[in-house]
């Protein structure tokens, strides 16, 4: 079983066919970091555009289709102190047709991440 160290140096957008950035093996370990839903990096740099960009896709060698796989997260942390929220809601979390009036509108609302607790 090997341990991967993958840097991403490109993101997906689209839930689809993408060519595999990274093989691995049954029981191997991946390393990896990824970023915010605008495409933000830990520094808060731009490096891909938003919408959700994805981390991969990887191949496992061996795995045929209907197999089914299971994935250990050994540990997930945020990368940076702080986190955003936009405070609209999106559409497609409300009834078809249905257009909610505010009488504000906050945007985007950022907040601390405290480590310790």
Same mark, same amino acid.
């Given at each position: 079983?090997?341990?991967?160290?993958?840097? %991403? $140096?490109?993101?997906?957008?689209? !839930?689809?066919?993408? +060519?595999?950035?990274?093989? *691995? /093996?049954?029981?191997?370990?991946?390393?990896?970091?990824?970023?915010?839903?605008?495409?933000?990096?830990?520094?808060?740099?731009?490096?891909?555009?938003?919408?959700? %960009? $994805?981390?991969?896709?990887?191949? !496992?060698?061996?795995? +045929?289709?209907?197999?089914? *796989? /299971?994935?250990?997260?050994?540990?997930?942390?945020?990368?940076?102190?702080?986190?955003?929220?936009?405070?609209?809601?999106?559409?497609?979390?409300?009834?078809?047709?249905?257009?909610?009036?505010?009488?504000?509108?906050?945007?985007?609302?950022?907040?601390?991440?405290?480590?310790?607790?």
């Amino acid at each position: 079983m090997a341990h991967h160290q993958f840097e %991403p $140096q490109l993101y997906h957008t689209s !839930i689809g066919s993408h +060519e595999p950035e990274l093989h *691995i /093996a049954d029981g191997d370990t991946v390393s990896t970091t990824t970023v915010d839903a605008a495409g933000h990096d830990a520094s808060n740099k731009s490096v891909t555009p938003g919408g959700n %960009p $994805q981390t991969g896709p990887f191949y !496992i060698e061996g795995a +045929e289709l209907d197999d089914s *796989i /299971a994935v250990t997260f050994d540990r997930l942390a945020p990368n940076r102190k702080f986190g955003y929220t936009n405070s609209g809601i999106a559409a497609n979390v409300l009834d078809f047709g249905y257009v909610p009036k505010f009488d504000d509108d906050v945007g985007r609302v950022e907040w601390e991440i405290d480590f310790d607790n």
